[in-house]
């Protein structure tokens, strides 16, 4: 099989620290991995590594074949990067950076301004373009670092949590950008702290924690090892509990848990229970202040996937990321009473 990429058995220390302990990753020619895991799970380390800017202390990594140690050059001249270490100027402006890029890249002067400004159309950044980085808001800023990755037409292109610290709205736009990467046949490896973004993005998924890929697999596979979507119903009246509880299972075959008080949550496949539920809900006359699908959150997938919490190294910590994922505030832990799996053997379940 060729894959655009591949990591195997990748091993990296930093003194004390063990970032990768022996990690696997690999991606098929246009399609799009994601890397889920939480702060220090290691994923900018592989990253890194399969972009030349690291060596590993064991194992291997190629881009197309060639080797990201002994043939840095041509695996260069295939990938783009960007993220947490992308490096726009910021006293530059947006189109000069893109400029100076292709320029570095050795595009003749007319050639690297023809990209530039391809580019800062396809991003949104025409008329930002005379503007210095600097003045960028927050998602103009990541669009120019994705617009850079892209100058040289890359075949892989890293995203490093490309929308950590994102408003909904600009992490859409992200979304979109790279949807169109990977439609183009571009490979995209996308690290990533929300399953909502690596559901939405990736054809397969590689959850990382503590240096090791815990489970593979593709979104469908890994959501049915976490236990898929639940419907969430908290009735305005605590006195209505018991008969909203009846409602729930009576539609859905289920007991629900309450994972916090007054809220009842229940297991669902897909959407069909939800206008039952709120049919029955109303004919019984229960009055609810929320009503709900949603899907487990990381800490559910940690959870399921480990039996235990993320353990100080949790989606919580997400750095300067204020908006974080909708799945906030619901509790933490497992409420649908799903068996939890251990590493070992939801590797073997799913992978
Ligand atoms: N240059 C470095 N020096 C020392 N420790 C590092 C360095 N880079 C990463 N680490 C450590 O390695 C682990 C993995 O880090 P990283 O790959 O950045 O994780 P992630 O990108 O998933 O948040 C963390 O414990 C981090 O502190
Ligand atoms: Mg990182």
Do not use: C
């Not at 850079?148 to 950008?177: C, F, H, I, M, Q």
């Amino acid at each position: 099989m060729t894959y655009a990429f591949r990591a195997e058995g990748l091993v990296k220390r930093f003194g004390g620290t063990t970032a990768l302990a022996g990690v696997d990753l690999a991606a098929r020619p246009g399609t799009v991995l994601g890397v889920l895991g939480p702060n220090g799970a290691g994923k900018t380390t592989a990253v890194r590594i399969l972009a030349t800017l690291l060596r590993p202390d064991a194992g291997r990594a190629t881009v197309a074949g060639w080797d990201v140690v002994r043939h840095a050059e041509e695996v260069r001249r295939r990938i783009g990067l960007t993220g947490q270490y992308a490096s726009v100027d910021e006293d530059l402006t947006g189109a000069e950076n893109l400029v100076l890029i292709g320029r570095l890249l050795d595009l003749p002067r007319r050639a690297a301004q023809a990209r530039a400004a391809e580019l800062l159309a396809q991003f949104g950044l025409t008329e930002a373009a005379g503007r210095r980085a600097k003045t960028y808001s927050g998602g103009m800023r990541r669009r120019l670092d994705l617009a850079a990755s892209l100058v040289a037409r890359p075949e892989v292109v890293y995203l490093d949590e490309p929308t950590t610290g994102l408003d909904p709205a600009k992490r859409d736009d992200v979304w979109a950008l790279v949807r169109r990467q990977a439609a183009e046949g571009v490979t995209v490896l996308l690290t990533t702290q929300y399953l909502e973004e690596a559901d939405a993005l990736a054809d397969e998924i590689a959850v990382m924690n503590r240096g090791t890929v815990i489970a593979h697999g593709t979104p469908h596979q890994l959501k049915a090892v976490v236990g898929g979507q639940s419907l969430q119903v908290r009735p305005r009246d605590q006195d209505r509990l018991p008969d909203a509880a009846a409602v729930l299972e009576r539609v859905t075959g289920q007991r629900p848990a309450s994972p916090a008080r007054g809220l009842l949550s229940v297991p669902v496949a897909g959407d069909a229970a939800l206008a039952p539920v709120v049919g029955r809900l109303a004919a019984e006359d229960i009055a609810v202040t929320e009503l709900s699908l949603r899907l487990p959150g990381l800490d559910e997938v940690f959870y399921a996937l480990t039996g235990e919490g993320p353990a100080g190294a949790g989606p919580a910590e997400a750095g300067d990321d204020g908006t974080a994922d909708d799945s906030t505030g619901h509790g933490g832990g497992r409420a649908d009473g799903a068996p939890a799996a251990t590493a070992r053997e939801t590797k073997e379940t799913v992978a």
